[in-house]
């Protein structure tokens, strides 16, 4: 950790507005928590730079520039949108701390305050997710559905700017609440009609393993019920084999059971057309949430999800 208890720390942050303001919010939980002075170093990444679609740049395009700034000194420790990181341990980074996750769930930004179900046929709705996608093809609203790329703030212009061209899009409402437009949010989707991606709505605030000092003072920020929810989620997604641009979903919750808490994993895999989807659950212990994740996949895999995953969107 550079320069003792009194330097301040170097976050590494990506320069987006959103990247920029989960950023802010950690480091400023970090020196009220520890007094520590925290300073943002922006570093740009090759999906900041890129104007293809998600699907098509791969996993972890979004987090490898600043973990080669971690892994070169440049940074001390970066926040990364946890649904962007690749499953995989990295040998020489660890995941020091996951603060308490916003809303996990998919929101709806439309014209004229229009809900999805108002929305008529025909309708333009912008996303920019497989998973997205190929959830609201299942639904059968024959929506005209528009693979989209950009900001937050760009995504919502598309609807409600000057020059909007889409009738609704379909973005995290964590995303909006960090960067404080809730207002504009038209409908918060029910994870029965649009699960999210496995970690959707959490950080992960990662620095070098071997920098144990930075590791103990980071930890300060992790809250265990995030922790559990998330490693259940992307237990599930590691064990499919699928990254984030697999039209893969997952939601867990917990909740106080006869026998203290428990969590309750949702897990799904839709083909990308929306015409099958493979829906399964699992419970456990937050010890177990790993175990969980696994046993789901597991499940999916058996019931035929390996599949969905091949299947070639219209």
């Avoid at 590494?12 to 020196?31: E, K, N, Y």
């Avoid at 900041?48 to 001390?76: H, K, M, N, T, Y």
């Avoid at 900001?151 to 700017?161: K, Y």
């Avoid at 590691?238 to 909740?255: D, F, N």
């Amino acid at each position: 950790m550079r320069g003792g208890s009194g330097a301040a720390l170097r976050l590494g942050t990506r320069g987006s507005a959103l990247a920029l303001a989960q950023s802010q919010m950690v480091a400023d939980a970090l020196t009220t928590a520890t007094g520590r002075a925290v300073e943002l170093v922006r570093i740009q990444t090759a999906g900041d730079r890129s104007a293809a679609p998600v699907a098509q740049l791969g996993v972890g395009v979004f987090v490898s520039a600043l973990r080669d700034a971690l892994l070169a000194d440049e940074i001390d420790f970066a926040v990364h949108s946890y649904k962007d990181l690749p499953t995989g341990d990295h040998p020489r980074l660890h995941i020091a701390a996951i603060p308490q996750r916003e809303d996990p769930r998919d929101a709806l930004v439309a014209r004229d305050g229009l809900t999805l179900a108002e929305l008529p046929p025909g309708a333009a709705i912008g996303t920019g997710a497989v998973r997205r996608i190929a959830q609201l093809h299942a639904l059968g609203l024959q929506l005209e559905v528009t693979p989209i790329r950009g900001n937050v703030d760009s995504r919502i212009a598309r609807v409600l700017g000057p020059a909007a061209d889409l009738d609704a899009v379909v973005l995290a409402r964590a995303g909006i609440a960090r960067l404080g437009r809730t207002a504009e949010i038209t409908e918060t989707l029910d994870p029965m009609l649009m699960l999210p991606a496995p970690a959707q709505g959490a950080l992960a605030i990662e620095c070098r393993a071997g920098d144990t000092d930075l590791v103990e003072l980071l930890a300060v920020l992790d809250h265990a019920p995030t922790r559990a929810a998330v490693t259940a989620e992307r237990a599930m997604l590691a064990t499919l084999e699928a990254g984030c641009s697999a039209p893969v979903a997952a939601h867990a919750e917990l909740a106080e059971g006869e026998h203290g808490d428990e969590i309750y994993l949702r897990g799904a895999v839709i083909s990308p057309d929306g015409a099958r989807a493979i829906r399964l659950s699992r419970t456990g212990t937050p010890a177990d949430a790993a175990e969980i994740g696994k046993a789901l996949a597991a499940d999916l895999l058996d019931a035929g999800a390996d599949t969905l995953m091949g299947s070639t969107e219209k």
